[in-house]
Every structure is written in structure tokens, then in C-alpha cells.
């Protein structure tokens, strides 16, 4: 399940890019930072990239997930601090709803 | 392409005439409720759920971005109203008056919000109620929870504007429909005295506003609030 998510994910992050004005110069690989000084995303940014990946989320697996849930924001780790950690959050939700 | 509307709680009362008033201008319109629905109409589409439910909201989104691509405008329409003397308020009646008139806003703006964005524009029109300026006594819960409505109004305009989507709310006055069957003539009298223009209001007075906060033009009106019947 871990490598479908992370092809959804990257497939929504690298569309994301292409159709905004966010500047990116790194890879979309499981190191790119979503939050802090090194992530090419501002706050708004962050928002409509989550927005993206939840919707692609959804599509694909036919549930009706919400990223931004409860559990996500009152982590003692986000997991909006970079792909990777996204990933694996993900993973962790569809585990608990499937 | 018609414009895509969605109103919630379609099976009756003002949610069923707009439904039916927005169908007669030719346009595209989802309607939800809990009960039964026997609106049909080829342009129109109705999806049974809670809206105080994620899931069923989702699903109502997913189902207008899948048939449509997009939505225009979103009417939070459903709503439920009790009157009960504060000391006599039961807390079911509270938890129940949030999750439809608040909770349930609250789920339909921001999953159509999201949908909105992508067209880089959308129309959220909220329903507040003349009991939240008016302060109505026995009406602490309901008048305090759409006055919430109209603080959420407030601050979505701010957040969403950057997304082409104004959010506005109307405030009807008393309008002859279920949710004021329970409600003693003579308050609804003392109410209406309170009134500029001492009469129930129609349908009519509220399809006029939403038309003006829905059209193209006004694109700069939003994070409003208006009262009819010259409450303010």
C-alpha cells in the first residue's frame, strides 16, 4: 500500500507545482520539506496541497478521508513536516478506516 | 455551462422552493436532506444524509465534482430551530441545534470550498436568523448558534476571498414554514412588531437576496450579513 500512496502523493505534489506559481528546486522525493524555512511552500500553499493529495487520495482508494483531521493536528510530530512523514500518516489512516 | 448550485435541506420549506426556484432558472441543482424528497426534476439531483455527518458531506461533493467538475454556489440552507426558556433547555436540544445549523455549515463550506477553489470562484451563502440581533428570549441556543454562523461567515470571507469565493449570509425574518409551527401567535406578533415592515416574510425575499450574492457582479460583496424586514 506504502508505494501506491507515495506514487498518488507524488503524482498530486508534482501536479500541484506545475499548475501553481510555487518555485521548486529540489526533487519530489520522500525529503521534500512541506513545512519550515526549506519548504517552497507558503501556509496558503500547504493548504491547497493537502487539499490536492485528500481529494487524489480519495479517488484512488474510494474512501472519504480528511488529512486534517484531529489526529494530524494535535500530533506531537506533524505529519505535514515533509512527504515522507505524509506518507506514512496516510498509510495509518486507510489502515484504521479500511 | 449552467451554474452548478447545491442547497441543503431540499425536502421542504425554503431549502424545496429554492431548489425549485433555481431549477426554473434553467440551473444545475444538488439538494440534500435527511427525509424523504419528492422533488424530481431532470436537472436536479438529491443526496440522502446527514449534514452534520463527514462522510455523507464528502460523498455529496465527490458526487457534484465526479457528475459536474465543479460548483458555483452553495446555499446552507438546512437548519432547525427550538424554543425553550434557558433553565428548561434540554442538552440533547443543544447538541442537536449545533450539528444541523453549525456543524453541518461549517462541513459544507469547507468541502465545497475546496471544490470552489478550483475554479478560482464560488458563492457560500449562510443562513443566519433576525433572532440573533434581536436576542430573542427563548431562542438563547438557536439565536447564539447562528450568530456563531455569522462569525464563521466573517472569517471564511477572509480566508476563501484569496480563492474567488465570497461567503455571505441572509437573515430572514419569520416566514410561514414547519420551523415556526411551534412558535405561540403572540410571540411571532411581538416579533413581527419589531419589524420596519410589520409582515411574515416570503419566499420571494429570500431568493432576492441570494440572487444578489450569487450573481457574477458581486464578486465585491462578501463577509456580510443582511437582515430583511429592515432588522439590523
Same mark, same amino acid.
Given at each position: 500500500?506504502?508505494?501506491?500512496?507515495?506514487?498518488?502523493?507524488?503524482?498530486?505534489?508534482?501536479?500541484?507545482?506545475?499548475?501553481?506559481?510555487?518555485?521548486?528546486?529540489?526533487?519530489?522525493?520522500?525529503?521534500?520539506?512541506?513545512?519550515?524555512?526549506?519548504?517552497?511552500?507558503?501556509?496558503?500553499? %500547504?493548504?491547497? !496541497? $493537502?487539499?490536492? /493529495? #485528500? *481529494?487524489?487520495?480519495?479517488?484512488?482508494?474510494?474512501?472519504?478521508?480528511?488529512?486534517?483531521?484531529?489526529?494530524?493536528?494535535?500530533?506531537?510530530?506533524?505529519?505535514?513536516?515533509? %512527504?515522507?512523514? !505524509? $506518507?506514512?500518516? /496516510? #498509510? *495509518?489512516?486507510?489502515?484504521?478506516?479500511? | 455551462?449552467?451554474?452548478?448550485?447545491?442547497?441543503?435541506?431540499?425536502?421542504?420549506?425554503?431549502?424545496?422552493?429554492?431548489?425549485?426556484?433555481?431549477?426554473?432558472?434553467?440551473?444545475?441543482?444538488?439538494?440534500?436532506?435527511?427525509?424523504?424528497?419528492?422533488?424530481?426534476?431532470?436537472?436536479?439531483?438529491?443526496?440522502?444524509?446527514?449534514?452534520?455527518?463527514?462522510?455523507?458531506?464528502?460523498?455529496?461533493?465527490?458526487?457534484?465534482?465526479?457528475?459536474?467538475?465543479?460548483?458555483?454556489?452553495?446555499?446552507?440552507?438546512?437548519?432547525?430551530?427550538?424554543?425553550?426558556?434557558?433553565?428548561?433547555?434540554?442538552?440533547?436540544?443543544?447538541?442537536?441545534?449545533?450539528?444541523?445549523?453549525?456543524?453541518?455549515?461549517?462541513?459544507?463550506?469547507?468541502?465545497?470550498?475546496?471544490?470552489?477553489?478550483?475554479?478560482?470562484?464560488?458563492?457560500?451563502?449562510?443562513?443566519?436568523?433576525?433572532?440573533?440581533?434581536?436576542?430573542?428570549?427563548?431562542?438563547?441556543?438557536?439565536?447564539?448558534?447562528?450568530?456563531?454562523?455569522?462569525?464563521?461567515?466573517?472569517?471564511?470571507?477572509?480566508?476563501?476571498?484569496?480563492?474567488?469565493?465570497?461567503?455571505?449570509?441572509?437573515?430572514?425574518?419569520?416566514?410561514?414554514?414547519?420551523?415556526?409551527?411551534?412558535?405561540?401567535?403572540?410571540?411571532?406578533?411581538?416579533?413581527?412588531?419589531?419589524?420596519?415592515?410589520?409582515?411574515?416574510?416570503?419566499?420571494?425575499?429570500?431568493?432576492?437576496?441570494?440572487?444578489?450574492?450569487?450573481?457574477?457582479?458581486?464578486?465585491?460583496?462578501?463577509?456580510?450579513?443582511?437582515?430583511?424586514?429592515?432588522?439590523?
Amino acid at each position: 500500500m506504502r508505494e501506491k500512496i507515495q506514487e498518488i502523493v507524488f503524482n498530486s505534489t508534482k501536479e500541484f507545482f506545475e499548475n501553481s506559481d510555487y518555485e521548486l528546486t529540489t526533487s519530489i522525493d520522500n525529503n521534500l520539506r512541506l513545512i519550515g524555512d526549506s519548504s517552497p511552500l507558503d501556509s496558503m500553499g %500547504l493548504v491547497s !496541497l $493537502i487539499v490536492e /493529495i #485528500e *481529494e487524489s487520495i480519495n479517488d484512488d482508494f474510494d474512501v472519504e478521508l480528511v488529512l486534517a483531521n484531529e489526529k494530524a493536528m494535535s500530533a506531537r510530530t506533524s505529519p505535514f513536516i515533509n %512527504l515522507e512523514t !505524509l $506518507i506514512i500518516f /496516510i #498509510e *495509518e489512516e486507510l489502515k484504521i478506516i479500511s | 455551462m449552467s451554474k452548478i448550485v447545491l442547497i441543503t435541506g431540499t425536502s421542504k420549506g425554503i431549502g424545496r422552493y429554492l431548489a425549485e426556484y433555481y431549477l426554473d432558472k434553467k440551473f444545475k441543482v444538488i439538494g440534500c436532506s435527511r427525509s424523504n424528497c419528492t422533488l424530481h426534476h431532470e436537472n436536479y439531483d438529491h443526496i440522502y444524509g446527514d449534514v452534520a455527518n463527514e462522510k455523507d458531506v464528502k460523498k455529496t461533493i465527490k458526487f457534484i465534482r465526479t457528475k459536474y467538475g465543479k460548483l458555483d454556489v452553495l446555499i446552507n440552507n438546512a437548519g432547525t430551530a427550538s424554543m425553550n426558556h434557558f433553565l428548561l433547555t434540554p442538552t440533547e436540544t443543544v447538541e442537536k441545534l449545533f450539528r444541523v445549523n453549525y456543524l453541518g455549515t461549517f462541513l459544507y463550506s469547507r468541502e465545497s470550498a475546496k471544490l470552489m477553489k478550483k475554479n478560482k470562484f464560488g458563492r457560500i451563502i449562510n443562513f443566519t436568523t433576525v433572532a440573533s440581533p434581536l436576542s430573542l428570549e427563548g431562542e438563547a441556543i438557536y439565536s447564539s448558534i447562528k450568530a456563531g454562523v455569522e462569525k464563521l461567515t466573517s472569517v471564511l470571507s477572509k480566508e476563501l476571498g484569496e480563492f474567488g469565493i465570497t461567503v455571505n449570509s441572509i437573515g430572514p425574518t419569520p416566514i410561514k414554514t414547519s420551523l415556526m409551527r411551534t412558535v405561540p401567535a403572540d410571540k411571532v406578533k411581538a416579533l413581527l412588531d419589531m419589524q420596519v415592515f410589520k409582515r411574515y416574510g416570503d419566499f420571494k425575499d429570500i431568493s432576492n437576496v441570494i440572487d444578489f450574492f450569487m450573481s457574477q457582479e458581486s464578486n465585491f460583496i462578501t463577509g456580510q450579513k443582511l437582515f430583511l424586514g429592515g432588522i439590523s
